[in-house]
């Protein structure tokens, strides 16, 4: 049985949404119970045993890398994957990642620094992708920001549009990527993740789990105090970064 070593933090948006606060602070370094976003999936990380740790940054990514550092804090190794002159989106960082060798050329759990989730990330390093899979995508009841959803499962897999009655769920920004799925892409060029994972669908490369663990997408100063109360008033729960 193989095991999924490595991790990569997606850290290099602007944070639009969550601004005047994000204007001097990087969107990962916003405090949510007491400590910064990101540092919760850090910890959580480590606690799953994944100690090699890529994060691309952009916006403010002075900040980010002064205030974490290489990881000894946490007992893990941060490998800083700089977009300098433009974000390069999802895709195109997970590409640089790759060829700057920040990321090594095997499947990687794959996590957005702007959630907050109580999810096990033990439960994901043991999962084998398949020789032609290229993802492997946690989804969530759909929130109410999201009430349309963004995927379907059937029989495991995921697709865009549901079959039958089925129901449409909300990505949960954490998934298993492959290598393989930013293969043909342009080094140094933007690129979104959505259509790859969309183009692999059609061709039944990708799968998907629904999780009930506790979710919630930091994007607006709303959902920020939504998450403080929430934690205030009923704990960090089964969360390992606590």
Do not use: C
């Given at each position: 049985?193989?095991?999924?070593?490595?991790?990569?933090?997606?850290?290099?948006?602007?944070?639009t949404r969550l601004r005047p606060l994000?204007?001097?602070t990087p969107k990962p370094l916003v405090e949510v119970g007491?400590?910064?976003l990101i540092v919760w999936h850090i910890k959580a990380l480590k606690a799953a045993g994944i100690t090699d740790i890529t994060i691309n940054v952009s916006w403010l990514a002075d900040k980010l890398m002064d205030t974490l550092g290489d990881g000894t804090q946490f007992g893990v190794t941060l490998n800083w994957s700089l977009e300098e002159e433009e974000p390069l989106e999802t895709a195109g960082g997970i590409l640089q990642a790759l060829q700057t060798?920040?990321?090594?050329?095997?499947?990687?759990?794959?996590?957005?620094?702007?959630?907050?989730?109580?999810?096990?990330?033990?439960?994901?390093?043991?999962?084998?992708?398949?020789?032609?899979?290229?993802a492997h995508l946690l989804l969530i009841d759909n929130p109410e920001h999201n009430n349309g959803g963004?995927?379907?499962?059937?029989?495991?897999l995921a697709s865009e549009q549901a079959i039958a009655d089925a129901d449409k769920y909300t990505f949960?920004?954490?998934?298993?990527?492959?290598?393989?799925?930013?293969?043909?892409?342009?080094?140094?060029?933007?690129?979104?993740?959505?259509?790859?994972?969309?183009?692999?669908?059609?061709?039944?490369?990708?799968?998907?789990?629904?999780?009930?663990?506790?979710?919630?997408?930091?994007?607006?100063?709303?959902?920020?105090?939504?998450?403080?109360?929430?934690?205030?008033?009923?704990?960090?729960?089964?969360?390992?970064?606590?």
């Open positions: 049985m193989s095991v999924i070593t490595q991790a990569m933090i997606l850290a290099a948006g602007k944070g994000t204007l001097e007491g400590q910064p060798g920040k990321l090594k050329d095997a499947p990687f759990i794959l996590v957005n620094s702007d959630v907050w989730t109580t999810f096990d990330f033990t439960k994901l390093i043991t999962y084998e992708l398949s020789a032609d899979q290229r963004d995927f379907a499962v059937n029989n495991g949960a920004g954490i998934s298993v990527m492959s290598p393989r799925l930013v293969d043909g892409l342009v080094t140094g060029q933007p690129a979104a993740l959505g259509p790859l994972l969309r183009q692999a669908m059609i061709k039944f490369q990708v799968t998907a789990e629904v999780i009930t663990d506790n979710w919630v997408d930091v994007g607006t100063p709303e959902r920020l105090a939504q998450i403080n109360d929430f934690i205030e008033n009923k704990g960090t729960g089964a969360h390992r970064g606590a």
